[in-house]
């Protein structure tokens, strides 16, 4: 661009080009804060119904606010140039950091930690994307790639941004593409040299491979009859899962991450072939989700999943490359044939008084089952024989008193229930009926937990379910002892099941909580809040976006008197999950407590590694109850008469 200048804007320098437009490093004139303006090519500010199509998107796009996706602030129009306004993500050097040249800088092999934030950051940001309604249809990205994502180094740690949602649907998965290489071409040799000086050619071709390897099979082969789906998005995060570990695409019959890198210890193979799967239906939907719980389960025989042939890939590839080398007399055809057509009210958060009361818990003590030991099996073929036959000793199982956690009393009455902002599953917002009960103040640690385990003699219930799984937790075994590990004995407890969950409350004559009361506790005594802290939280608030647990109490408890209600730990709940339950809820609002039978148990909270969204006192997350994770833990309940 020949201007220094573009409207309110003075430019810095150029920061790269995209499908669509050139991008430029600019200061605002009055404001002086940096922003990234990308100025749209010429061929697309002429063409009034991509204009029109693009200002009705922008004005959607503009209302996405996810931390891990690039904020789209505002279109303009000066000098004859139409530009988007976005934030600029650059470091103290103006310089961008693109994944591509973040791994290219990082070497062949990531700390496992490292892939597991990049891509825990980049599932948050699809599945808040894909919650988001998008001119009759579901945001979804398109085109999700190393070039469109940008990482930045931060007190806390990596952070990731994607940027470009929406704009493939615009131009088409096709154009976009071809649009990307044709301008690569002509930067580097120009037009008159486009198809004879190779080595440009070889790195553009480069380029065009990378972006292609990326779609899903349903935007490479329309004759696959699959429509694309928030799905298609999550194809593309599985090939960014296994470049990041392997550093390569996924084809033909590639070797799985546990053979790249056998030093990792998730269970990346079981999340890579989920979300490769040719089929839309059989990808998971929720990424988040599908990362708590692939990555924490053991090893799986994956040899039935569907994966893409490659064969078909092979001759698809080849047909598609010859088309996109034809950029000189066919080109103009080619491009036919692949056109797709707040600031912050206080007085809104309103505190609910709560009278003195003199009610005390009642604590009802219940009887564990203590492991029990048959009697041999073999002893009635047993002869007078002139040998000595050996009698196993029988464990002896010592008392060990629990170490009880101070509760408080959450006043029944009248109270709101979800939220209208959340996900589909958080809907609608509607009033309950609870009666009083108690809670405890902070969730289980390991030092209360540990006396349990001591007592049950082991990792199973009476009904061979698993309580815990200590490789998870913060508990080991050593020459026949339990353990703690040094500086956690405070720190909540994690790796236990819902069954463990369970059994422990029985063992201390509590039980675990509703997830109605769980939310209304979590709320504090505020209405019309987001979070336990009111309309905000930070991380002086909660332990969410961090590297792992803090001890119980670390930060300010809410209205309730209530610790950790907030991130740290998941928490689990008595219910059963259902996606639609809330709907039912509506109908039967005296004391739910969930749906009668199910697939999975209902967890709360947020954890140590989540992201804001997560925080918020309606969010709700579910799995079997038989899984451990290194961030699901619980607290008890208990009735109040």
């Keep these: 661009m020949s201007t220094k200048v573009i409207g309110d804007y003075n430019i810095i320098k150029t920061l790269g080009n995209s499908s669509f437009a050139t991008v430029y490093l600019a200061e605002h004139k009055y404001m002086k804060t940096k922003h990234a303006l990308k100025v749209i090519d010429p061929e697309f500010s002429n063409d009034e119904d991509f204009i029109k199509r693009f200002e009705e998107d922008v004005a959607i796009l503009t209302t996405l606010d996810h931390p891990a996706i690039v904020r789209v602030q505002s279109i303009s129009f000066s000098d004859g140039k139409y530009f988007l306004v976005t934030d600029a993500i650059v470091d103290s050097s103006n310089e961008v950091l693109s994944l591509q040249r973040y791994l290219d800088y990082k070497g062949d092999i990531l700390p496992e930690v490292e892939v597991e934030s990049i891509l825990r950051q980049v599932a948050s940001a699809l599945d808040y994307a894909h919650k988001c309604k998008f ?30 949602f929406g704009i493939s649907r615009l131009l088409g998965e096709g154009k976009a593409i071809f649009q990307t290489q044709q301008k690569a071409l002509l ?30 099979p349903e935007q490479k082969f329309k004759d696959l009859d699959e429509d694309i789906t928030t799905r298609t998005d999550v194809y593309s995060f599985g090939v960014l899962a296994y470049f990041l570990i392997a550093r390569q695409f996924p084809e033909g019959y590639f070797d799985l991450p546990s053979k790249i890198a056998p030093e990792y210890k998730l269970n990346w193979d079981l999340l890579v072939c989920k979300c490769l799967q040719k089929s839309v239906k059989r990808r998971p939907e929720l990424l988040v989700e599908a990362i708590n719980s692939y990555l924490s389960t053991e090893s799986s025989d994956i040899s039935s999943m569907e994966i893409l042939s490659w064969k078909e890939v092979e001759r698809k590839v080849e047909n598609a490359m010859q088309m996109s080398f034809e950029f000189s007399s066919d080109f103009n055809k080619l491009e036919k044939d692949l056109d797709d057509t707040k600031p912050i009210d206080n007085s809104s958060v309103k505190f609910t008084a709560i009278e003195d009361t003199d009610q005390k818990p009642i604590i009802n003590p219940q009887k564990i089952d203590r492991p029990t030991y048959e009697d041999d099996p073999g002893a009635i073929f047993q002869k007078e024989l002139n040998v000595s036959y050996y009698q196993p000793k029988k464990v002896e199982i010592k008392e060990v008193e629990p170490l009880l956690t101070e509760m408080v009393i959450i006043p029944g009455g009248t109270y709101l229930r979800g939220s209208d902002n959340g996900s589909r599953d958080e809907k609608p917002k509607h009033n309950i009926v609870i009666k009083s009960f108690a809670l405890d103040i902070h969730p289980i640690t390991n030092e209360q937990f540990v006396r349990f385990l001591q007592f049950m003699g082991g990792e ?22 339990l353990i703690i590990e040094s500086g956690y004995a405070k720190h909540p407890l994690v790796g236990v099941t819902w069954y463990g969950a369970q059994a422990y409350a029985k063992w201390v004559g509590k039980r675990l909580p509703t997830e109605a009361e769980w939310e209304i506790a979590c709320f504090g005594g505020l209405e019309n809040a987001e979070y336990p802290t009111g309309i905000n939280i930070d991380h002086t608030q909660a332990n969410f976006f961090n590297s792992d647990t803090t001890s119980v109490m670390s930060y300010p408890p809410n209205g309730y008197g209530l610790y950790d209600m907030a991130g740290n730990i998941y928490e689990w709940c008595e219910d059963w999950y259902a996606y639609n339950y809330y709907d039912t809820s509506v109908q039967e609002p005296e004391n739910p407590t969930g749906p009668h039978q199910g697939v999975y148990r209902v967890l709360r909270g947020g954890c140590w590694k989540s992201l804001k969204d997560d925080m918020r006192c309606s969010h709700r997350h579910r799995n079997n109850p038989g899984t451990v994770n290194g961030t699901y833990g619980f607290r008890c309940a208990t009735d109040v008469s």
């Design 460 to 481: 199973k219930d009476s009904n061979n379910n698993d309580i815990i799984r200590l490789r998870s937790s913060r508990i080991k075994r050593s020459g026949g002892r």
């Design 135 to 164: 001119s009759n249809d579901y945001l979804i990205h398109r085109s999700i790639k190393l070039n469109n994502i940008f990482v930045k180094s931060t007190e806390l740690g990596l952070r990731v941004y994607i940027s470009d």
């Design 187 to 216: 930067q580097m040799v120009g037009n008159e040299n486009l198809i004879k000086n190779p080595v440009p050619n070889v790195i553009a071709t480069y380029d065009f491979l990378n972006n292609f390897s990326f779609l899903s």
